[in-house]
Antibody
Framework: EVQLVESGGGLVQPGGSLRLSCAAS????????MTWVRQAPGKGLEWVAS????????LCVDSVKGRFPISRDNAKNSLYLQMNSLRAEDTALYYC?????????WGQGTLVTVSS | EIVMTQSPATLSVSPGERVTLSCRAS??????LAWYQQKPGQVPRLLIY???TRATGTPARFSGSGSGTEFTLTISSLQSEDFAVYYC?????????FGGGTKVEIK
């Protein structure tokens, strides 16, 4: 069974940092693009960042550019999102998802709350 | 950025009815168009990708169609478990973008 398990969310003050992790099991992420998608409370889905299988190509939405580097460790079958200079508008449930597109596997999400 | 616009925002439907959801892109997305279903408190689920290909486990009552900038998700006969929010997504160009969603609610 494929599982994506996110961790690292929590309450943080504006300007603070968090590192999200996603541990995959049941499939080998080294064959896939991996992506972070977020959903603010009561809102729709927003793509955050994606990384190609070997980590050489990384893309992100403009609103997080320079603040949220995405990375992966294929040996650990894990995906990461380093979140720096957090803002109130970054408050959301962050999902780890498989693929660059047609995201077939989703984690349960980890909640990030940015508030003083 | 390709803007995805879904309509209507909310649709009130009775079980058994045929439902048509629309998604419009601000420019062509080729065939890179997917649909997701999200029920309250649940994780989104991939329904359809490449405009019309059903994902594993998607019931046959769901179908996708369209081309270029205009796309449709059709539910042939709405079941009780289909009441949810539906999102379209394009992956023809970065940034990947989602539509705002259509909520299908019980009439």
């Amino acid at each position: 069974e494929v599982q994506l398990v996110e961790s690292g969310g929590g309450l943080v003050q504006p300007g603070g940092s968090l590192r999200l992790s996603c541990a995959a099991s049941g499939f080998t992420i080294s064959n896939y693009w991996m992506t972070w998608v977020r959903q603010a409370p009561g809102k729709g889905l927003e793509w955050v960042a994606s990384i190609n299988p070997d980590g050489s190509e990384k893309l992100c939405v403009d609103s997080v550019k320079g603040r949220f580097p995405i990375s992966r460790d294929n040996a650990k079958n894990s995906l990461y999102l380093q979140m720096n200079s957090l803002r109130a508008e970054d408050t959301a449930l962050y999902y780890c998802v498989s693929g660059r597109y047609s995201h077939g596997y989703w984690g349960q999400g980890t909640l990030v709350t940015v508030s003083s | 950025e390709i803007v995805m616009t879904q309509s209507p925002a909310t649709l009130s439907v009775s079980p058994g009815e045929r439902v048509t959801l629309s998604c419009r892109a601000s420019q062509s997305v080729s065939s890179k168009l997917a649909w997701y279903q999200q029920k309250p408190g649940q994780v989104p689920r991939l329904l359809i990708y490449d405009i019309s290909t059903r994902a594993t486990g998607t019931p046959a009552r769901f179908s996708g169609s369209g081309s270029g900038t205009e796309f449709t998700l059709t539910i042939s006969s709405l079941q009780s478990e289909d009441f949810a929010v539906y999102y379209c997504q394009q992956a023809n160009d970065w940034p990947l973008t989602f539509g705002g969603g259509t909520k299908v609610e019980i009439k």
